[in-house]
């Protein structure tokens, strides 16, 4: 057991709606860490129960301290190839991504690029996330393997793809359904590792793929979904062209039972009212990857116009590396800043933050384990110094308020500001 | 006298327009820089002269040696107030920089300011750029000065601005003229630095105001002139009110004889084709700022419309500080870049790049001393790595080419990538 000391700071709930009640600060603080890597205790410094007082401490100061950074949706296998120079969604998959990842059937390509992958999670203080691997299952194995030797609570399952992509990336729907089938009873729930069922996307999936996911779905009820929806306008056109019956790009996981309170769909810039409403009603989350619209000029997603509209969508944030453009959540919460700004309805850094823990920790299903300081909860910590560079010291000193060193943070922060990345209770950030 | 050898590359003209024959890659290259601080010879080490073989050698190995960015647009007294939490331009004007501007008649504090601000221009590799000052004299005085002790070439002027902002920020239309007069004779021409013109933008000026800027103009000619134009609706509208004579935003300084080949106003986000004529028929420039946009919603520049229409307009590259995001040309090239995405005409890295060298040492009258590698030119470098951090290393090694690298560059890049800043033939990069 031991103790952390510093200024911590999380969320009861989304501070958008609940107002700054929902803001959590204790400039002085202190967390307890038990020996089974979770939560003992936290609050101020001066309350810290006398049975914790001769524990070996490790202060902080005033750094910040919150709960690890939750990345939901992005790319196992795309953990090297960001800055392909892709005219836009359909060229860079089919340029450069889908020859990356054909790769993966290699297990030594696979562990290195494990180990890689999760290297810079860490580095960037992201604790948890929702991967895609790759079609092949020992690309998957490598990943839960890696993950569970740092005791990550990941969630990924085996891509399912079996039209439009080149030979290499192909499964059936029969293999398909067999190998998740295998795979979930190897992984779910083994140690902190989820499986999510993972079409790619309508595009690279037939009907009877999507049919076999759908089935997936309904044998193993609450198991996350993961897949992509609504990115880019070449694309909807063509999912209107492979599915002619389809009343828009949702409908179609709709028909085949995927769009479930488990479900997470990667982008949904694009979508219509009537897609809103379905997603809506269906409870299931869309993933604002704001780096990734960026660099392929998918289009500006409506933040508050999705999770506010007439058809309240859940709303979470991902880098989707390697589309996206940093593995920063400083970066991501930039972007999807500038973002909001573009399209007339700005973001706070407290809703910000809000949605890169406690936010997505719920998507995912995760937040009776993570997303919060609470007693109880997994010791999966960012600890953040808000003047890690020159520049960042000037510009911290003159912030009045922590939402100014929050904002400053998103805006300027990266790997360097990230001090120190705890996981389960061990301190897990790679050097250099 | 020294010799750097590296990866020599830079641009003899615009690649986009005369092609790959404009890039200058020399994979094994030797710099010969003088005494005086310029560039003696430059090519293939194998072929450097035999007089300067015995010479002090500093070897980069196969990083990357470029002509030292250049910054077309950003403001001196903003140098530590980047992410400030404004709506949009006039909010973020209104409730931070007039107020952080202010300090700026203190020398002590404007002294301060000269240092950190040329410390991080140097970090990044910017070797020269136009900036603004502030209204006072003598923080202009404090920032030449420093300039000077690093023998940066530099081109700035003291802001002119009587009206719509707080008493601390305001002069007279006759205080502008005189200061200005005498400010010229001060400091144009003194060593590397030149003197620009620099009325802040029409809604902070009378029209006796932007008429004395006109009569400096004409008295000074050839003197560069800054000034801002058409970067958001709001200020559009506002200068429509204040002006109702023009035509336009363009019209307001074009009344005044603002509209010189030596003239540069940032953004130019909402031309008119009008506009777009009028400024390519004058031959200015409008500089491009997409961190800056982005960050204020100020909306998605048409690089190639406002380039490549049927009214060519220059188009130079700036970071903006402090409405812009970051010092880091990567960062304002990654912007671009993606703005470009958004937009549907995207930019290539070389291109990219020619813009924040060669195009804008053009677009700033300094062509014939800096932005190439050529013999004669200051030795103004930037040593890149494209290594510099664990990330960039993975995805260098999947750059097939000299685009991709240049592109995963300013994707990824920031001021780590920097190994080294010469400034006329001295090494300044400040370390951390």
């Known amino acids: 057991m031991k103790v952390l000391t510093g200024q911590l700071l999380d969320y009861a709930s989304d501070p958008r709606h609940a107002g700054d009640g929902a803001i959590r600060h204790v400039v002085d603080g202190a967390i307890v860490i038990g020996g089974d890597g979770r939560i003992v205790w936290s609050g101020g410094r001066s309350d810290l129960p006398a049975a914790h007082a001769a524990l070996e401490r490790i202060d902080y100061g005033s ?181 002619p019956w389809s009343k828009d790009y949702t409908d179609v996981y709709d028909r085949y039972g995927l769009l479930t309170p488990s479900s997470l769909f990667a982008h949904g810039i694009h979508l219509s009212e009537r897609e809103l409403a379905r997603l809506s009603e269906a409870g299931s989350a869309v993933v604002h990857c704001p780096t990734s619209n960026n660099f392929l000029g998918s289009g500006l997603f409506r933040l508050h116009r999705t999770s506010e509209g007439d058809h309240p969508v859940n709303v979470g944030v991902g880098c989707d590396i390697g589309g996206g453009m940093s593995y920063s959540m400083f970066d991501t919460l930039r972007d999807a800043f500038t973002v909001s700004q573009l399209v007339g309805s700005r973001i706070s850094a407290h809703e910000a933050f809000y949605r890169a823990t406690l936010g997505n920790a719920r998507l995912l299903g995760a937040d009776g384990e993570v997303g919060t300081l609470d007693a109880g909860k997994y010791a999966d910590l960012v600890v953040i110094d ?34 120190e990345t705890w996981v389960a209770g061990a301190p897990l950030k790679p050097r250099p």
């Open 63 to 243: 750094k910040l301290v919150l709960p690890g950074f939750i990345d939901a949706h992005l790319h196992f296998p795309q953990y090297r190839m960001l800055a392909a120079y892709g005219k836009d969604l359909l060229d860079w998959l089919n340029r450069y991504t889908f020859i990356e990842e054909q790769r993966y059937g290699e297990r030594g390509i696979a562990e290195t690029a494990a180990k890689a992958f999760l290297d810079e999670l860490l580095r960037n203080g992201i604790t948890s996330c929702l991967a895609f691997s790759t079609i092949h299952p020992v690309a998957l194995d490598c990943l839960f393997e890696e993950a569970s030797r740092r005791n990550m609570a990941l969630a990924s399952g085996k891509t399912l793809m079996d039209c439009n992509a080149p030979d290499g990336l192909l499964d059936t729907a029969q293999s398909a359904y067999d190998d998740s089938t295998a795979l979930i009873a190897r992984w779910h729930g083994k140690g902190r590792l989820k499986y999510a069922i993972s079409p790619r996307f309508a595009v690279t999936s037939t009907e009877a793929q999507l049919d076999a996911a759908g089935r997936l779905a309904k044998e193993n009820p609450g198991l996350l979904i993961q897949t992509h929806l609504s990115e880019n306008p070449a694309e909807i056109e063509f999912v209107a062209g492979q599915f």
């Open 386 to 419: 808000p003047c890690a560079t020159p520049l960042m010291a000037e510009r911290h000193a003159l912030s009045g308020n922590l939402h100014d060193v929050l904002f400053a943070l998103m805006i300027l922060g990266d790997d360097r500001a990230v001090t």
